[in-house]
């Protein structure tokens, strides 16, 4: 692995930079491009260098920005024809209007306003003088000019993506009322099991004695009574509002397009005192799927008073992962929720009104014209309440909306993430950090050593006569009382262990899952623990070295597998008995043990649940539902009095159970791949990087950087697969692709000086 690194390194050296310069307002603004094609922007002035910054990730991403805004605007259809036309509805329904994004971007601090307005010039420098990616004369479309409006969609729509979560109180209604057809009044019993409000065995990143205690289950009685609260409804009712809830019709069309549908994300952080080398460190990872081109690029600005690399979204200004010469950090989605959704009753004396605090209100409507490539224009009414957006009218009894604490302030990401480029100390980034209103989990590590973790978000204080699963009812009176403090939200700085992480997991103990259980006593953050538990110090290759365990790794292993063992085999599974019993849990390409224990798993799901439970209306609503977590406290039991008035064994015991799993899945292997279960195949999951060939192994970051902090300085490495630029005859299309698919790292180059061969 070394020696191809340095052979990669070689590589990288021989190739020359290359320089562009820019005139803006006597400016003279110098691209640099790196051995990877990696922009490093030199300008004396702050609209000098966002207006590099601009134009030189135009020239790279120019496809890619056209997507975007078009896709955050709802405005794909005109290029894809009908496929789009349910995307952009769901983004014009849940959007904003220009005039309403110009008076969000006139509430910024000014040197972002000058930032992004410079960003805007820069790319429509790029338009006018130079040559347009191939998809434009493809899809026959023209860019128009490149406005505000653009780039603070783009900003809306991936805060959102990666930043916000919640709005799952439609599911789980869906789900009761599902259970309530096949358990009668144990319907009530299943959701405490598959949507539990805390388990105190999931990982934390903030160490336990740091936290509060425990969240209180909710009494059931305050479930009954709020259910009581809410009109009658039938899951048909449900299913549209659902729908776009989840975004649904916009992670659809993405997948089907190459377009951005994952969120995801692992970071550790490490101080100096438990570094080999002295100095703090950082692993940012964020994992946002695959596409070509990635949907990160790379970039260094300096001048205006920063000096900032790392990562960050094309049609964005700016960085959004990185280090300056003071401070490394990272980000991951914090997966809190930020969102309920309410029910309106409407006014049956007037059903174009609902009814609010005892009064007929009408509906906010505007109406939309979504044009259509090879097709009519399609009309669409968006309404809105006073709680926001309006998901759904069912008939003219109802209505689904949408109130989210971020409304209205996304573009607020801003004041936090520029206020990372200047900080100098903990507390400097942790004021930034306080002005982020996504759900996210932010580590730093400080060229002085230290490290932390802040957990940030705007999150409500619900009404707490109400039962958090479920829609609140929208009648005014039980709204949310206020937000939750930044002071009071998780952090920690410099612990005992020396170590800080996050891979989505909770982040401390006492913090509720609230409508959607995805916190629970098996999550991936346990591999990045035992990775680190019995290491006195810790290096820049032990760093490198977790990146490739983790992504061979079965994270559900550690525990379900003993559960499995601990049954006596019979003579039909007494062969997978021995490979599972040799297994070290790592899924490597060709493991049949890595097929046997994934076959499994759905065998167990199929056995225990689909005859009490049902499927949920679909196969993937059921292993949504049936989770990992489910399935091991359902099988050890749990804190929830999980299984109460349930019997999840049909009767017989754990062991029968586990062993009938087994039992079908020696039947279907080997009825599919012959009687040698030895011989039986596992295809690791792959990154698709179309149209260049797969990679395997996709569980790892689509942007990975590693920083070691130094009072002389950062050293950074990084990946970002396939490469730099979206145009397929540039040597920048996949020139990370071979490195990526190694685990092997680039230079961060920051220094001008380094950049310049002599």
């Known amino acids: 692995?070394?020696?191809?690194?340095?052979?990669?390194?070689?590589?990288?050296?021989?190739?020359?930079?290359?320089?562009?310069?820019?005139?803006?307002?006597?400016?003279?603004?110098?691209?640099?491009?790196?051995?990877?094609?990696v922009p490093h922007v030199f300008a004396s002035t702050w609209k000098g260098l966002f207006h590099g910054d601009g134009y030189a990730i135009a020239q790279d991403r120019l496809w890619q920005m056209e997507r975007s805004r078009r896709m955050a605007l709802g405005q794909l259809a005109e290029i894809y024809g009908p496929s789009a036309v349910e995307q952009d509805k769901t983004a014009r329904i849940d959007g904003y209007t220009e005039e309403e994004r110009m008076r969000q971007f006139a509430r910024l601090a000014e040197p972002v306003r000058v930032a992004i307005q410079s960003y805007v010039d820069g790319i429509n420098e790029c338009i006018r003088k130079g040559k347009l990616p191939g998809e434009f004369a493809q899809f026959g479309v023209q860019p128009r000019p490149w406005t505000i409006n653009d780039s603070l969609s783009?900003?809306?729509?991936?805060?959102?993506?990666?930043?916000?979560?919640?709005?799952?109180?439609?599911?789980?209604?869906?789900?009761?009322?599902?259970?309530?057809?096949?358990?009668?009044?144990?319907?009530?019993?299943?959701?405490?099991?598959?949507?539990?409000?805390?388990?105190?065995?999931?990982?934390?990143?903030?160490?336990?004695?740091?936290?509060?205690?425990?969240?209180?289950?909710?009494?059931?009685?305050?479930?009954?009574?709020?259910?009581?609260?809410?009109?009658?409804?039938?899951?048909?009712d449900l299913m549209d509002a659902?729908?776009?809830?989840?975004?649904?019709?916009?992670?659809?069309?993405?997948?089907?397009?190459?377009?951005?549908?994952?969120?995801?994300?692992?970071?550790?952080?490490?101080?100096?005192?438990?570094?080999?080398?002295?100095?703090?460190?950082?692993?940012?990872?964020?994992?946002?799927?695959?596409?070509?081109?990635?949907?990160?690029?790379?970039?260094?600005?300096?001048?205006?008073g920063i000096n900032v690399t790392g990562?960050?979204?094309?049609?964005?200004?700016?960085?959004?992962?990185?280090?300056?010469?003071?401070?490394?950090?990272?980000?991951?989605?914090?997966?809190?929720?930020?969102?309920?959704?309410?029910?309106?009753?409407?006014?049956?004396?007037?059903?174009?009104?609902?009814?609010?605090?005892?009064?007929?209100t009408p509906f906010e409507e505007r109406r939309e014209t979504i044009a259509v490539k090879g097709a009519d224009p399609v009309q669409i009414t968006v309404r809105r309440c006073v709680y926001g957006p309006v998901l759904k009218v069912v008939g003219g009894r109802m209505a689904f909306a949408r109130c989210a604490s971020y409304w209205d302030k996304e573009q607020e990401n801003f004041d936090g993430f520029f206020g990372f480029y200047s900080a100098k100390t903990m507390d400097d980034f942790e004021r930034a950090c306080a002005k982020v209103v996504g759900s996210h989990n932010f580590l730093c590590a400080t060229k002085d050593g230290q490290i932390g973790y802040w957990y940030t978000?705007?999150?409500?204080?619900?009404?707490?006569?109400?039962?958090?699963?479920?829609?609140?009812?929208?009648?005014?009176?039980?709204?949310?009382?206020?937000?939750?403090?930044?002071?009071?939200?998780?952090k920690v700085r410099n612990p005992e262990q020396g170590w800080l992480g996050n891979w989505n997991n909770k982040p401390a103990l006492g913090y509720s899952n609230s409508d959607t259980p995805v916190w629970g006593a098996l999550q991936r953050f346990q591999m990045v623990q035992n990775y680190f538990r019995d290491k006195k110090t810790i290096s820049m290759d032990d760093l490198r070295g977790l990146t490739p365990t983790i992504a061979t790794t079965n994270a559900d292993a550690e525990f379900i597998l003993p559960v499995l063992l601990a049954a006596k085999p019979t003579p039909a599974t007494e062969t997978a008995?021995?490979?599972?019993?040799?297994?070290?849990?790592?899924?490597?390409?060709?493991?049949?043990?890595?097929?046997?224990?994934?076959?499994?798993?759905?065998?167990?799901?199929?056995?225990?649940?689909?005859?009490?439970?049902?499927?949920?209306?679909?196969?993937?609503?059921?292993?949504?539902?049936t989770q990992p977590?489910?399935?091991?406290?359902?099988?050890?039991?749990g804190p929830n009095s999980i299984g109460k008035g349930l019997d999840y064994f049909g009767g017989r015991t754990r062991d029968q159970v586990v062993i009938a799993a087994l039992e079908k899945t020696v039947t279907e292997l080997t009825g599919k791949y012959g009687p040698d279960l030895y011989a039986v195949p596992y295809r690791a999951g792959r990154m698709s990087l179309a149209p260049l060939p797969d990679v395997p192994y996709?569980?790892?970051?689509?942007?990975?950087?590693?920083?070691?902090?130094?009072?002389?300085?950062?050293?950074?490495?990084?990946?970002?697969?396939?490469?730099?630029?979206?145009?397929?005859?540039?040597?920048?299309?996949?020139?990370?692709?071979?490195?990526?698919?190694?685990?092997?790292?680039?230079?961060?180059?920051?220094?001008?000086?380094?950049?310049?061969?002599?």
């Not at 021989?14 to 990877?36: A, M, S």
């Not at 991951?332 to 009814?355: C, E, H, I, Q, R």
């Not at 056995?607 to 292993?623: C, I, K, Q, T, Y």
């Not at 689509?702 to 950074?716: C, D, H, L, Y």
């Open 577 to 625: 008995f021995r490979i599972l019993k040799a297994w070290n849990h790592r899924e490597m390409e060709g493991c049949p043990a890595a097929t046997i224990f994934g076959t499994f798993m759905n065998k167990l799901r199929d056995e225990m649940f689909l005859p009490l439970l049902g499927n949920f209306g679909s196969d993937s609503s059921f292993r949504q539902v």
């Open 311 to 360: 990562m960050g979204f094309a049609g964005v200004p700016g960085v959004l992962i990185g280090f300056t010469p003071d401070i490394a950090w990272t980000t991951t989605s914090g997966l809190g929720d930020l969102a309920d959704v309410f029910v309106l009753k409407l006014d049956p004396t007037n059903p174009k009104n609902y009814l609010y605090k005892g009064k007929s």
């Open 242 to 304: 659902i729908r776009l809830a989840s975004a649904e019709p916009q992670t659809v069309f993405a997948e089907q397009h190459g377009l951005y549908t994952h969120f995801g994300s692992y970071a550790v952080a490490v101080d100096a005192k438990h570094s080999l080398s002295g100095h703090s460190m950082l692993l940012g990872a964020p994992q946002m799927g695959w596409t070509t081109p990635q949907i990160a690029h790379e970039v260094q600005l300096s001048g205006g």
């Open 154 to 236: 783009i900003v809306q729509f991936m805060s959102r993506r990666f930043g916000v979560f919640g709005e799952g109180e439609l599911r789980n209604m869906a789900a009761y009322l599902m259970l309530q057809g096949k358990l009668k009044d144990k319907a009530l019993n299943a959701i405490n099991d598959i949507a539990w409000m805390e388990d105190p065995d999931s990982p934390t990143s903030v160490p336990h004695r740091s936290t509060q205690g425990l969240v209180k289950p909710v009494p059931k009685a305050v479930t009954e009574k709020h259910l009581a609260l809410l009109p009658k409804m039938s899951v048909l």
């Open 698 to 758: 996709n569980n790892r970051g689509t942007f990975i950087q590693i920083v070691e902090m130094s009072a002389a300085g950062p050293r950074g490495i990084s990946v970002l697969c396939p490469g730099q630029s979206e145009d397929p005859l540039s040597k920048h299309y996949s020139d990370q692709r071979d490195l990526s698919s190694w685990w092997i790292y680039k230079p961060m180059l920051w220094r001008e000086e380094d950049l310049i061969q002599k």
């Open 1 to 37: 692995m070394t020696a191809l690194l340095l052979v990669a390194l070689s590589a990288m050296c021989l190739q020359q930079p290359t320089t562009e310069t820019l005139n803006v307002d006597g400016d003279n603004v110098r691209i640099v491009r790196d051995g990877y094609g």
């Open 629 to 637: 977590s489910y399935i091991y406290r359902a099988l050890v039991g």
């Open 457 to 490: 978000g705007r999150y409500p204080i619900r009404n707490p006569d109400l039962d958090p699963r479920f829609p609140v009812p929208g009648d005014g009176e039980h709204d949310w009382k206020g937000f939750v403090p930044f002071s009071q939200l998780p």
